[in-house]
């Protein structure tokens, strides 16, 4: 939960003014913080990402369904567009696409969190009850758990929370770092019929994921040791849930509850994920492995990387995210923040900063490797004016523009003609895909690839966001196998010199060699890009300002700088309409 490191190097480097350290990881200006916008630029807002009207947001907290409802709460500043005044803003949907503004559901009114409302979760009770629990910073700037039920519970919208006078429920004891000790888990309900959750905390450099029981949801006694734990520093908002693997038949796309944790019968039906999120790296790893009930541990399973390598759900601009179960379409949905790339002040002149990605469905792949996400389904009903391209080969250093449309979601395949030229690998590349993307980028001619689109494109290309793909051979002792990269380059996205423009990138777990096809979806509105390719197995998400290619002068073009011809077999492009994006509830 909070700003992050490069925020503050950012800051230090771009903002004017007072910047106060605080914890070693948060940028605070008290100077801006209770400075309402005067007005809002809209020139980079998103159409169909979440963002409220106006002001700073960061972690979603505590999604939930309830009585037909999607609910999203968010970190929020009501009183300006950088981080602090933080309170749970709340809004509502019936679809995960338009979305209705309500008051906000949690801010500070008591002595447990009289000095901030920080991230947290939603469990739904087996009696339907829904109940949050958040992280709340006392007089001493202590981070405690507290708890919040509904005020009224025949209320679909769940307007009013109230926080019992036993708050909080979990305070840091002397073997818990104070002032790293915060964003409780979903609760799960175990077979000796106690409630467990996590929170993420540290010790030196040792990330903790701290396990609590309780019988009554009220009282909590810390575990003996964590559930788990890796030395990557900090553990912000940690995730654990149950995914259903492939030999479980074919319904294993299907979420799971939470809920269910406590049942023996799905022992050899489901896996166990345990994301957390780096607060030294300001990104997020994951790993998929069993959970023992008895002994309350979490193992990784064999090849998944417990570290700060180790798989991600986003390689890009995506951090603090949160999952739920979705009841009504028996799904686990993901949620996560996405920052701006600017400066401080431009986000003062925008009035406003920080986007949520699109919801993601998430599931367990078939040979259990790796994550599989994609854009919920709900997202195609806003697709409008359609165009398709199909069949067209694009040869060595030609490009072509696809036209008829503004901003848009674009499904695209490409056909490889000759993968035996594929440039050698250099194992050392493997631990760092985007230093790897940044060597090798997309005006970097190679041998198959690179290849993909440019998107948020000026008529003449001096502004342009290239998301592509290349492919290289590794080389063993007793065979080649082919190793697919996949960036999202936005260093020629803006002429302004000040925006952050890192390009990001991943190695994608697909079998090239043997379907001779790569697939991308892209998601491009203006000032974000997000990414899934070979149908969710790598997502990229990248921030991006051009002042150029906006509203009719953004364009698509498809692009070959590979020495290898390449065939865009099918190519689907829709413009998409602007949603009710948080239209205040009457």
Same mark, same amino acid.
């Given at each position: 939960m909070g700003m992050a490191a490069l925020l503050l190097v950012w800051a230090l480097l771009h903002c004017a003014g007072t910047v106060t350290m605080v914890r070693a990881s948060h940028a605070v200006y008290p100077e801006l913080q209770s400075l309402e916008a005067e007005k809002v630029d809209e020139t980079s807002r998103t159409g169909y990402h979440f963002q409220p009207p106006k002001h700073w947001i960061n972690d979603p907290n505590g999604p939930m369904y309830y009585k037909g409802l999607y609910h999203l709460f968010y970190q929020y500043n009501p009183k300006g567009a950088v981080w602090g005044n933080i309170v749970w803003a709340h809004s509502v949907s019936t679809d995960l696409i338009d979305w209705t503004a309500l008051a906000p559901g949690i801010y500070p009114s008591r002595q447990f969190d009289v000095k901030g409302c920080w991230s947290g979760s939603a469990t739904v009770l087996p009696s339907g009850v829904p109940v949050v629990m958040y992280t709340g910073i006392d007089p001493d700037e #202590?981070? %405690?758990?507290?708890?919040a039920y509904p005020k009224n519970l025949s209320d679909p919208f769940l307007r009013e929370w %109230?926080?019992?006078?036993?708050?909080?429920?979990?305070?840091?004891?002397?073997?818990?770092n104070a002032s790293a000790f915060r964003d409780p888990t979903t609760a799960w309900y175990g077979p000796?019929? #106690?409630w467990r959750l996590l929170v993420?905390?540290? %010790?030196?450099?040792?990330?903790?994921?701290?396990?609590?029981?309780?019988?009554?949801?009220?009282?909590? %006694?810390?575990? #003996? #040791?964590?559930l788990h734990s890796g030395l990557t520093g900090m553990w912000e908002c940690p995730d654990f849930f149950p995914v259903a693997v492939h030999g479980g038949g074919r319904h294993y796309r299907r979420g799971v509850d939470t809920a269910e944790l406590h049942d023996r019968a799905l022992a050899e039906e489901v896996k166990y994920v345990l994301k957390v999120s780096l607060d030294l790296t300001r990104y997020e790893y994951y790993t998929v492995g069993t959970y023992d009930h008895a002994t309350d541990r979490y193992t990784p399973d064999a090849g998944f990387r417990d570290n700060d390598y180790g798989l991600r759900y986003d390689y890009g601009d995506f951090y603090a995210s949160k999952s739920f179960y979705d009841p009504a379409k028996r799904r686990r949905v993901l949620w996560g923040w996405a920052n701006e790339s600017d400066t401080v002040p431009d986000d003062r002149r925008k009035g406003w900063a920080g986007i949520q990605a699109i919801p993601r469905k998430l599931w367990l792949s078939p040979r259990g490797k790796q994550l599989i996400q994609w854009p919920v389904e709900e997202v195609k009903a806003l697709r409008a004016k359609h165009v398709n391209v199909s069949d067209k080969v694009v040869k060595s250093g030609q490009y072509f523009e696809v036209t008829g449309f503004k901003s848009s979601d674009v499904e695209v395949e490409f056909a490889i003609g000759d993968l035996s030229k594929a440039e050698r690998f250099n194992p050392r590349w493997l631990t760092d895909p985007q230093a790897l993307c940044k060597k090798r980028g997309a005006r970097e001619t190679g041998e198959v690839g690179p290849f993909g689109l440019w998107v948020l494109a000026a008529g003449d290309l001096t502004e342009r966001t290239a998301v592509f793909f290349r492919v290289f051979r590794a080389n063993s002792s007793s065979s080649s196998r082919l190793v697919v990269l996949m960036c999202n380059d936005p260093t020629n996205s803006t002429f302004e010199a000040q925006v952050y423009r890192p390009t990001f990138a991943s190695?994608?777990?697909?079998?090239?060699?043997?379907?001779?096809t790569i697939a991308l979806r892209t998601l491009i509105e203006p000032s974000v890009v997000e990414s899934f390719g070979a149908g969710g197995r790598t997502c990229i998400l990248t921030r991006v300002y051009p002042k150029k290619a906006l509203g009719d002068n953004a364009h698509l073009f498809v692009f070959n700088h590979g020495e290898v011809d390449v065939k865009v077999t099918r190519l689907d492009a829709w413009e998409m309409r602007t949603p009710k994006m948080n239209v205040p509830a009457q």
């Open positions: #202590h981070q %405690v758990q507290n708890v %109230v926080k019992p006078d036993y708050n909080p429920i979990i305070a840091p004891d002397s073997g818990v000796d019929r #106690h993420g905390s540290k %010790v030196g450099g040792k990330g903790l994921a701290v396990l609590y029981r309780s019988r009554d949801f009220r009282r909590w %006694v810390k575990a #003996h #040791h964590p190695f994608v777990n697909v079998d090239i060699a043997r379907t001779k």
